[in-house]
């Protein structure tokens, strides 16, 4: 069973902060991660996609991955407000499930004003 | 929304009867998902396509069946609807080779 585990939460953190979200995956053969932002009521949104290992930028969205580790992170900067919404962790299955993902159970982050 | 509507956006029914939820793409995409969503379970693949008349299960495919007769429509049945099929039930499309999925609205369905 191919597991991917998410930081518990809530996440709480001040408008301006950095919010860190972590994930781990169980697949050592994945390949592509994504990270997926989802507003109460909503579907989810894709907001950032990373394929090798390092830091990949995005405004003040940072993403992190380290295969050795089997880790990947989200980073926000100064974090506002419309931050606030659930981040999910999604990783592109390896060999015979590499059309499907599978998707950690999220974290949500408020944004305090 | 990636041109990705769904049908119907809400439903209630009754266990027993026989529901279809509709996804329909207006731009060719070959690989179509259903996923449901559930608390404290996140987001689980239940049938995804990758052609017409290509389907395969995923995760919780149980009690649930899929059919794709054309491109653009990607057609979930619960046969024989339970109250364990109370959901939300979103469609997405896969893009190019790392497979970038891209949800529709979502459809709730409440079984009683």
């Known amino acids: 069973q191919k597991e991917v585990e998410q930081n518990s939460g809530p996440l709480s953190v001040p408008e301006g902060a950095i919010a860190s979200l972590n994930c781990t995956y169980s697949?050592?053969?994945?390949?592509?991660f994504f990270w997926y932002r989802q507003y109460s009521g909503k579907s989810p949104e894709l907001i950032m996609s990373i394929y090798s290992n390092g830091d990949k930028e995005d405004g003040r969205f940072t993403a992190q991955l380290n295969k050795a580790s089997q880790y990947v992170s989200l980073l926000i900067r100064d974090s506002q407000p419309s931050d606030s919404a659930t981040y999910l962790c999604?990783?592109?299955?390896?060999?015979?499930?590499?059309?499907?993902?599978?998707f950690g159970s999220g974290t949500q982050l408020t944004v305090l004003p | 929304d990636a041109g990705i509507t769904q049908s119907p956006r809400h439903k209630v029914t009754e266990t027993g009867t026989p529901v279809t939820l509709r996804c329909h793409q207006t731009e060719n995409h070959r690989y179509m998902y259903w996923y449901r969503q559930d608390p404290g379970h996140g987001l689980r693949l239940i049938h995804y396509s990758y052609g017409v008349k290509d389907t395969d299960k995923g995760e919780v495919s149980d009690g649930y069946s899929v059919s794709r007769s054309k491109t653009e429509d990607f057609l979930l049945t619960l046969e024989s609807a339970t109250s364990s099929q109370t959901s939300v039930y979103f469609c997405?499309?896969?893009?190019?080779?790392?497979?970038?999925?891209?949800f529709g609205p979502g459809t709730r369905l409440t079984v009683l």
């Open positions: 997405a499309i896969g893009l190019g080779v790392e497979n970038e999925q891209f």
């Open positions: 999604a990783v592109l299955g390896s060999s015979g499930s590499a059309r499907q993902l599978t």
């Open positions: 697949d050592r053969g994945s390949q592509s």
